[in-house]
């Protein structure tokens, strides 16, 4: 079993940059692909990044593309998502997930709110 909490969100102003942190405990870490996904109210959850193990192969949603990076330190069971030129449209609850074959686990959520 593997489980992950989500940190680092709060309120901030359009255009500020935040960095949002998933601790992992349980399983190796390094094995599980991992990614960051984002629920706005009324809508769907959505990925919006996610890296392979050893941190290959990263993947970004095209509305996050040139401002969201995903990075891990596998050393240190954490997954970062930082976060730059925030928009209002970014608000949302950012929750954290690894993924290794047919296992899927998730964090609790984080929620980023952005203010014009």
């Known amino acids: 079993q593997v489980q992950l909490v989500e940190s680092g969100g709060g309120l901030v102003q359009a255009g500020d940059s935040l960095r949002l942190s998933c601790a992992a405990s349980?399983?190796?870490?390094?094995?599980?692909?991992m990614g960051w996904f984002r629920q706005a109210p009324g809508k769907e959850r959505d990925l919006v990044a996610a890296?392979?193990?050893?941190?290959?192969?990263?993947y970004y949603a095209d509305s996050v593309k040139g401002r969201f990076t995903i990075s891990r330190d596998d050393a240190k069971n954490l997954v970062y998502l930082q976060i730059n030129s925030l928009r209002p449209e970014d608000t949302a609850v950012y929750s954290c997930?690894?993924?290794?074959?047919?296992?899927?686990?998730w964090g609790q959520g984080t929620q980023v709110t952005i203010s014009s």
């Open positions: 997930n690894a993924a290794l074959g047919a296992q899927s686990h």
């Open positions: 349980g399983r190796t870490f390094s094995n599980y692909a």
């Open positions: 890296t392979r193990w050893s941190g290959s192969n990263t």
